[in-house]
């Protein structure tokens, strides 16, 4: 990616730094129930599902669908691209698994929902965005 978006970063903790993180292995991370096999974002202690704390660190695919979106117009910062997409979308493992993300490397107007897409990593210094592309 030539030139990077502006991004209000987050706070890494000992606790989300699998998911920022992961992208520098090309992984996008996730914490995942082991006795129930249920994937858990954002992060807790205790398995929403089965409240088992039994909880380990998981790599997915990185396929996804777009579940929705919307068309951002207003130039919210003057460097970004408009318009560009923000989307939620259901990480393929586990449907009920979603992130709010951008939609890149396609035109904002070919975006639909259904659209099968692959994630790719946007680097700033240590943190990773997950941010999704079309997949070919
Ligand atoms: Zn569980």
């Known amino acids: 990616m030539a030139d990077k978006p502006f991004?209000?970063?987050?706070?890494?903790?000992?606790?989300?730094?699998?998911?920022?993180?992961?992208g520098a292995q090309g992984e996008l991370r996730f914490l995942r129930c082991n006795p129930c096999g249920e994937y858990i974002h954002p992060p807790s202690p205790r398995c929403p599902k089965c409240l088992g704390k039994d909880i380990e660190i998981s790599a997915v695919s990185g396929r996804a669908q777009v579940a929705t979106y919307t068309l951002n117009y207003q130039p919210w910062?003057?460097?970004?691209?408009?318009?560009?997409?923000?989307?939620?979308?259901?990480?393929?493992?586990?449907?009920?698994?979603?992130?709010m993300t951008n939609i890149v490397?396609?035109?904002?107007?070919?975006?639909?929902?259904?659209?099968a897409v692959q994630v790719i990593f946007e680097e700033h210094e240590d943190v990773h965005i997950p941010v999704f592309e079309p997949r070919r």
């Open 7 to 22: 991004r209000v970063l987050p706070k890494l903790t000992p606790q989300n730094e699998h998911f920022w993180c992961g």
């Open 77 to 99: 910062v003057p460097s970004s691209d408009h318009p560009y997409v923000i989307a939620i979308v259901e990480i393929e493992e586990q449907p009920s698994l979603r992130l």
């Open 105 to 115: 490397n396609c035109p904002a107007e070919e975006v639909q929902i259904g659209m």
